[in-house]
């Protein structure tokens, strides 16, 4: 499809366990963004991406939180030792260059953390 | 306080009624959006406005940059209607979207 993809849609780690979430972004979107969105709640900023420079990623709840986009497509946010608290759907948009354009979203990854 | 408020936070209504949802923000902002997002589906984008008002089929949504608030409305509503409605925010230059915890709109047949 030409939207954005994720994968894996659901994932149960046990506590202390690493994961790896990817995100396929639409074809020629330069910007790319990671969301956290707790049960209940909306999307929070992690972090952004234009191209492979990760401009922003003030939020990102801590250090065990780590993402990636090598060369300007694909990008991995991976979560090492994770905790209960990591538990949430996390969200990958991606757009466009430019504060003017729609951001487009993937379906998520629903993270369980046991 | 959130920097973005939305009312109501559940919403149940008749099929056929007009619905209204609102959303108030206390930072000047470029741009406004209006998500929707269905149980266990991503997010879809609805709208982007900066100023006035933009029709989309049955949904009009409308910002008043003046007094910080933008309100959704459904005309017709239907059962397919029913999702969560999450009112999104783009300060001054900032790509960043802050977003509101959204509203959970239920439409009964």
């Known amino acids: 499809g030409a939207g954005v993809s994720q994968s894996p849609r659901y994932k149960v780690a046990k506590r202390g366990q690493d994961v790896a979430l990817r995100c396929d972004p639409i074809?020629?979107?330069?910007?790319l963004f990671w969301y956290q969105q707790a049960l209940g709640q909306g999307p929070e900023f992690l972090t952004y991406?234009?191209?492979?420079?990760?401009?922003?990623k003030s939020g990102l709840p801590s250090d065990r939180f780590f993402a990636e986009r090598p060369e300007g497509s694909v990008s991995t946010l991976k979560i090492q030792r994770t905790q209960q608290e990591d538990s949430a759907v996390y969200l990958c948009a991606s757009s466009l260059l430019g504060q003017n354009y729609e951001q487009y979203f993937g379906p998520g990854t629903r993270l369980t953390v046991t | 306080k959130n920097e973005v408020e939305q009312s109501p936070q559940n919403l149940t209504a008749q099929e056929g009624e007009f619905i209204t949802i609102n959303c108030s923000y206390s930072?000047?902002?470029?741009?406004l959006h209006w998500l929707q997002q269905h149980p266990g589906g991503g997010i879809v984008s609805l709208f982007m406005?900066?100023?006035g008002k933009k029709k989309h089929g049955r949904l009009i949504a409308t910002i008043n940059i003046q007094e910080k608030h933008s309100s959704l409305h459904i005309t017709a509503s239907h059962p397919r209607d029913s999702a969560v409605y999450i009112c999104?925010?783009?300060?001054?230059?900032?790509?960043?979207?802050?977003f509101g915890k959204g509203t959970l709109l239920t439409v009964n047949p």
């Open positions: 406005l900066s100023s």
């Open positions: 074809s020629g979107h330069v910007s």
């Open positions: 991406f234009q191209n492979e420079a990760q401009l922003d």
């Open positions: 930072v000047g902002i470029s741009a």
């Open positions: 999104a925010v783009r300060g001054g230059s900032n790509y960043k979207l802050t």
